[in-house]
């Protein structure tokens, strides 16, 4: 018989693959790995040249990132001088002067007798309207923490009641009460001593904001500079390496990636430095003016507040020795002030059409106390109705000398502004294209690089 087939064997299991190693083991994802294989490449030139290759588009991209983040915020804060901070500022000015207008044609309507002339009237009543929508507008664009914030909310509340002494004291005038005189001083102290400088420091806070504006926008990127100094300072190693080991002047690639950051580099420190100095310009040649313009305008307005509360008054109210009239004095102050600040504008003028209406405001004030001594003796010679004349009536009055003061300065004001905005609108201008230019600039000359150091890659292959 045939010996029964035995059946085949069977195979052996095959072998478990190895475990795969863990984070810490030295495996292909591993910290670990990673440096030894980056030791390793170091150890070739081809590694090198990849880690060369790397670190220049790193410093490339960096530096156009870097670039364009902090040109943007200096050509916003440019933006923002012109568009928010000086306009904010302006108002604030505007308020004081609308406050101060306020109280002066209030008293130069008491002068004018029971029948308040209606000009008079209404100016008085576009300066509180003035002052109020302006303080309106300054309210949207001020946290009400702030400093600004709170002299806006005071000035909202105490307003009212200063229009309300004055209605009670125009009441009274036309009934030809002497209370109304009483009223009409009660409601210019409380303008004087409250409502006015709560404005001023409103100004003053207004003021510090633009200058914070002013400095943002010239401070130098130097983020950027140091960036692109580096960027550049490693180009010039990398090509200096490449000639010594191949001896080749020029790498296309790298240099390309040069050009790009020079191009950069050159942009940034220009554009910088022109909007800096056309920011200067708009702050030593145009708003310092606007400031001690504006000052001048106010002070001209107490002074004549002053001189119509002076016959008001009729001596009724003292200085705290007892000595003179209060508001003779406060005249007398007032216009040795506005003398300082238009001379203080004419130093600041620069030019033609900046310095003449200053110096015609010169004149005009000359003219104005030369009248007001006039007024000063007719009052004291007992002519109460013509010195009330000399200061209300028409040509040879002080009013007459007042509002060719107020013509004049509102004519160097108007100037100045424009000035302002021409210079400050050109600052902003030297960024423009800036930040995606260097932004472009910067990824191309990334690019460059890797391109420049692939072409000797290539070599090795």
Same mark, same amino acid.
């Given at each position: 018989?045939?010996?029964?087939?035995?059946? &085949?064997?069977?195979? !052996?299991?095959? =072998?478990?693959?190895?475990?795969? =190693?863990?984070?810490?083991? +030295? +495996?292909?994802?591993?910290?670990?790995?990673?440096?030894? %294989?980056?030791?390793?490449? $170091?150890?070739? /030139?081809?590694?090198?040249?990849?880690?060369?290759?790397?670190?220049?588009? $790193?410093?490339?991209?960096?530096?156009?990132?870097?670039?364009?983040?902090?040109?943007? $915020?200096?050509?916003?804060?440019?933006? #923002?001088?012109?568009?928010?901070?000086?306009?904010l500022s302006q108002d604030a000015a505007s308020v004081y002067r609308s406050l101060a207008d306020a109280n002066t044609a209030a008293s130069t309507g008491f002068?004018?007798?029971?029948? /308040?002339?209606?000009?008079?009237?209404?100016?008085?009543?576009?300066?509180?309207?003035?002052a109020s929508r302006l303080l309106v507008t300054a309210a949207t664009h001020t946290d009400a923490d702030s400093e600004s914030g709170r002299q806006? $909310?005071?000035?909202?509340?105490?307003? =009212? %009641?200063?229009? +309300?002494?004055m209605e009670t004291a125009r009441a009274n005038n036309r009934l030809g009460h002497p209370l109304g005189g009483a009223y009409l001083r009660f409601a210019s102290d409380l303008m004087t001593e409250d409502l006015l400088p709560a404005a001023r420091r409103l100004h003053l806070a207004e003021s510090t904001r633009l200058r914070a504006d002013y400095d943002e926008a010239r401070f130098w990127p130097l983020a950027s500079v140091a960036s692109g100094v580096a960027a550049l300072a490693v180009l010039g190693w990398a090509q200096r390496r490449n000639y010594r080991r191949t001896n080749r002047v020029?790498?296309?690639?790298?240099?390309?990636?040069?050009?790009?950051?020079?191009?950069?580099?050159?942009?940034?420190? &220009?554009?910088?430095?022109?909007?800096?100095?056309?920011?200067?310009?708009? /702050?030593?040649?145009?708003?310092?003016s606007l400031d001690v313009l504006g000052e001048a305008r106010v002070q001209a307005l107490q002074a004549r507040a002053s001189e119509n509360l002076t016959l008001v008054a009729r001596g009724a109210v003292l200085t705290d020795d007892g000595k003179a009239d209060k508001y003779a004095v406060e005249y007398a102050e007032a216009m040795d002030r506005l003398g300082e600040s238009l001379d203080g504008a004419l130093r600041h003028a620069d030019d033609t059409a900046g310095r003449a209406p200053v110096e015609k405001a010169v004149e005009t004030v000359a003219t104005? %106390?030369? %009248?007001?001594?006039?007024?000063?003796?007719?009052?004291?010679?007992?002519?109460?109705?013509?010195?009330?004349?000399?200061?209300?009536?028409?040509?040879?009055?002080?009013? /007459?000398?007042? #509002?060719?003061?107020?013509?004049?300065? !509102?004519? &160097?004001?108007?100037?100045?502004q424009r000035e302002f905005t021409a210079s400050a609108r050109s600052a902003g201008s030297a960024f423009t294209g800036l930040a995606a230019g260097a932004a472009l600039l910067?990824?191309?000359? !990334?690019? &460059?690089?890797?391109?420049?150091?692939?072409?000797r890659l290539s070599e090795y292959r």
């Open positions: 018989m045939g010996t029964a087939p035995q059946p &085949a064997p069977a195979p !052996a299991p095959a =072998p478990a693959p190895p475990p795969l =190693p863990g984070p810490g083991a +030295g +495996g292909f994802g591993s910290r670990a790995e990673v440096v030894r %294989r980056l030791r390793a490449a $170091a150890t070739t /030139e081809p590694g090198r040249l990849q880690i060369i290759g790397a670190v220049l588009a $790193a410093l490339m991209v960096v530096f156009g990132a870097v670039t364009a983040l902090e040109v943007s $915020a200096r050509s916003a804060a440019a933006d #923002d001088v012109v568009g928010r901070s000086q306009p002068l004018s007798g029971a029948e /308040e002339p209606r000009e008079v009237k209404e100016r008085y009543e576009k300066d509180i309207a003035r806006i $909310a005071h000035l909202n509340e105490h307003l =009212p %009641r200063y229009t +309300g002494y020029f790498n296309r690639g790298l240099l390309a990636t040069t050009v790009a950051a020079g191009l950069v580099m050159v942009w940034l420190v &220009a554009a910088q430095a022109l909007a800096g100095a056309r920011l200067n310009d708009a /702050e030593v040649h145009a708003q310092r104005w %106390r030369t %009248r007001h001594a006039d007024v000063t003796k007719a009052d004291q010679g007992g002519d109460y109705d013509g010195a009330v004349t000399r200061v209300i009536g028409g040509e040879g009055s002080t009013n /007459e000398s007042f #509002d060719a003061l107020d013509t004049a300065l !509102a004519e &160097a004001l108007d100037h100045e910067a990824v191309l000359g !990334a690019v &460059a690089a890797v391109l420049g150091i692939n072409r």
